[in-house]
Structures are given as structure tokens and as C-alpha cells.
DNA sequence: AAGCTAATAGTGGAAAACCCCTATATGTCT
DNA sequence: AGACATATAGGGGTTTTCCACTATTAGCTT
């Protein structure tokens, strides 16, 4: 019997997941948190084998955050991510993190089974929809990337891009060559791993560089 | 028995749904659809009494632009908007269509019972985080709503934009030509007064286009 | 029937962004 | 001293936007 705690804010997903795990017979859903310091204290108490961790649980204590805090203090639970979001910067912030699996919310229920009991045999179950070679190119990076962090200029940088402005608008305001806004710009790119501009806003946005 | 189409992209999620709503013997779920275009000919082929839509269905046909699709051609039928957000744009949008309901997904699943059951018997159910007179308000507002000025449409191609999607890529997904997307954008910044791109961005941050 | 709005699509030229490079100055760490 | 990171800037070519127009169709309203 595997013994799996879920946590996502959304009262109907959570629930559903919970009807959908009960169709299996070998696990049992022990407990069910809906937020990051929830998740930390029922996992404590529960002592599960596996916890389906949501992404973005609100209360600043997001998925990523509450799966590393788990990881310190108790390193045997298998912690899978689950999440609407198939970019890449998600997938690296879960490998960051350690976690053991990442699906995403339009996976079949049996992908969920799956990921279940990969996580609770060892195995590393990452279900997403980008090409094996690049998943591969983003463990290896995982020891010396520890965060992935943007300078301060790129951080400036970034926040203008979310804002709209041009190139040569945040050239202006930084009293810079546009040149070297487009360089930043393409740096950032390369660092977080995207590979246009949607992206790359969308991080933004995601990371309230705003 | 009240015949009921679950309309969302994300499986894991319509699969909980309709496990949830299995467990009342008076609600049959009689169909699934993953995007705006297959609700729309689902709805048609199976009429059901009562649709549950996923605001945020990918593919360019939201869930607002599929509600509006699916009055035209099927007045009787009921139509939930389920969703995550609580704002008041995503509210007016919502009365805007003309939505029976209005439930956010970490509602209890007797909200959701709660919720089909009264758009089926003719009633309008909005259960949402804001105070009942703001609701009026809004209400009120439906018939001259000098508010919002921007068509269906052009709030599609705002928010696109907001996410940072080329002219290019928007007008993929909306199956139009990306000069057909300059119009609109070019339309909505002389609605709105602005003029310039960094202008429309902040005004679509602002006002919770993403 | 005439007028209006929304949505669609086009032309053509100027401006800007994007992409692949190279390059320099200035730090800091080992 | 050498390696590395950060911030700066440019060349040159391709693609995309931006802008100011025109135009057509469908569906309303008066």
C-alpha cells in the first residue's frame, strides 16, 4: 500500500485526484493539504511514502519551495510535482529542487499511477513535452546551476522586456547601446533555457518581474 | 437526471470532476471536451442540460468566446464558467457572455452540486470571492457597460499580447492573419487612448489581461 | 435601404527586433 | 598570472513590427 498526500489549493482538482487514486487499489490517500505550510506539517505528521505536490499553492510558500523544506527534513518521501505548466524553467526549478517526478495537470489518470510507483521504487519520473536529450542537457547542468540566478542587470533588464518596452525604450532608460539590451536579453535567454520571446515574458510575468 | 458536458484541457482535472459529480445519482455526465471547438460541436451533438467550461481551454477559442458560441446556437442550454480566478475582469467577462454560473475550482464539491442545480432550474449562480453589492454592481453595468470597451476579440488579442506572443503566433492560434491581428491591436490602443506597445502591456497588466 | 460595428485581409515603406557572430574593459576569484 | 563573470558595443542579414492607408463581409439597428 502506498501512502500518498496531496496538495493542491483548488478544493475540486484536489478532490478529484483523491476519487481518481481511489480507483487503484494498492494506494491510499492519507491526507490532503492546500497550502506550502500545510504540506510541510502533514507530511511531518502523515508520514507519507509519496506527496503530489501542486506547483503553484498560494500563501508565498509555493510547491517548489515546500518541496525543498520537505526534503530537509524528512529526505526518504518521494515528492512529485504536478503542474499546468510544461516550460522549461519549471522543469529545471523541479530539478533544483530534487523532486522525484513532474506531470502535468493534462496527463492521463494512469500517468498518474505510473508516476506513483516509479517515485516509490527510486526511479526519477519526468513526464513533460520536451524532447529526452534536452531533459537530459537540464539534469546534467543541475549540480553547478544552483539557482539559475539573473544578474541585477538582467533582472532590470527582464522587467522592462515584461513591460513592453523596446529595446531601444530600456536602452534609454539605462543610458545604454540597444545592442547591449538585445545581448542581456539574449543571455537571460540562455541561462533560463527559452527559447522566445512569449517565454521569456512568461517567466517574467510568473516571477513578478513586474 | 441532468445531463452535463465537462468542458476542460486539462484531464486530470475534467477526470476528478466527473468522478465527483458520479456520485450524485440525479447528474449524468454525457460528455468531455478539451477546447473551445470540440465543446462547441459536443455541446451541439449531445445537448446536454448543463455545461461546466473551463475558462482558460486553449487553442485561441476561450471559455468565454466558446459560452458566447454555444448561446447562440443552443439558448436553453445552462452554462457554468469554472475557473481559478477571482477578479473582477474575469467576473464581468463572465456576466458579459452571459454565464448562468460562476464557480472557482477551490470551491467544496457541494458548491459545484449547489451550482448545476440551480442554472437548471433557471437561476443564476455566481459563487465568488467579492461582496454581494459589488456583484449588483456589476450586474447593473451588464446592459451599458461603457466599462468595457474592448470586443471579445480584441480582449483575446490583448491578453496574447500581454503573454508576449508575436503577431505571428497569435494569429496561429486564432486561425486569423497576423495583419488581421495588427488591426485589432492597432484598434484597441486608439480605444484606449494609448500609443505605444509598452502602454498596451501596462494597461493589460493592470486590468489582469494574462 | 442606409448606416454602423466587428472581424477579416491586404499594400508598401520605414523602423525595430532577432540572431549569429566578434570584441573590449573591468572586475573577482584561485 | 590566468580564468571567469559582468557589462558594454558593434556588424550584417533576416524577419517582424509598426503605421497609414484601403477594402470586404456579416450582422445588427434605425
Redesign the interface.
Known amino acids: 500500500m502506498i501512502r500518498v498526500l496531496v496538495v493542491d489549493?483548488?478544493?475540486?482538482?484536489r478532490?478529484?485526484?483523491v476519487?481518481?487514486l481511489e480507483n487503484y487499489i494498492d494506494i491510499e490517500v492519507v491526507g490532503e493539504a492546500?497550502d506550502g505550510a500545510e504540506a510541510i506539517t502533514q507530511a511531518i505528521s502523515l508520514n507519507p511514502d509519496v506527496i503530489l505536490m501542486d506547483v503553484s499553492i498560494p500563501n508565498g510558500l509555493d510547491g517548489f519551495t515546500a518541496t525543498q523544506e520537505i526534503h530537509k527534513q524528512m529526505p526518504n518521501v518521494k515528492i512529485i510535482m504536478?503542474t499546468?505548466h510544461n516550460e522549461v524553467a519549471y522543469i529545471q526549478k523541479a530539478i533544483a529542487v530534487e523532486a522525484h517526478g513532474y506531470i502535468?495537470?493534462?496527463?492521463?489518470?494512469g500517468i498518474?499511477y505510473e508516476a506513483i510507483h516509479a517515485v516509490y521504487s527510486g526511479r526519477i519520473y519526468y513526464n513533460v513535452g520536451i524532447p529526452q536529450e534536452q531533459m537530459d542537457k537540464l539534469f546534467e547542468h543541475k549540480g553547478h546551476e544552483d539557482q539559475c540566478i539573473l544578474t541585477v542587470r538582467e533582472q532590470e533588464i527582464m522587467r522592462l522586456t515584461?513591460?513592453?518596452?523596446?529595446n531601444i525604450?530600456i536602452a534609454g532608460q539605462l543610458y545604454i547601446s540597444s545592442k547591449t539590451v538585445e545581448n542581456h536579453k539574449s543571455n537571460i535567454m540562455q541561462k533560463l533555457n527559452l527559447s522566445n520571446?512569449?517565454?521569456?515574458?512568461?517567466y517574467g510575468?510568473a516571477n513578478n518581474y513586474?
Chains 1, 2 share one sequence.
Open positions: 489549493d483548488h478544493v475540486l482538482i478532490k478529484g485526484i476519487l481518481l492546500s504536478l499546468m502535468l495537470k493534462n496527463s492521463q489518470g498518474l515584461v513591460l513592453g518596452y523596446t525604450q520571446k512569449a517565454e521569456l515574458i512568461q510575468l513586474m
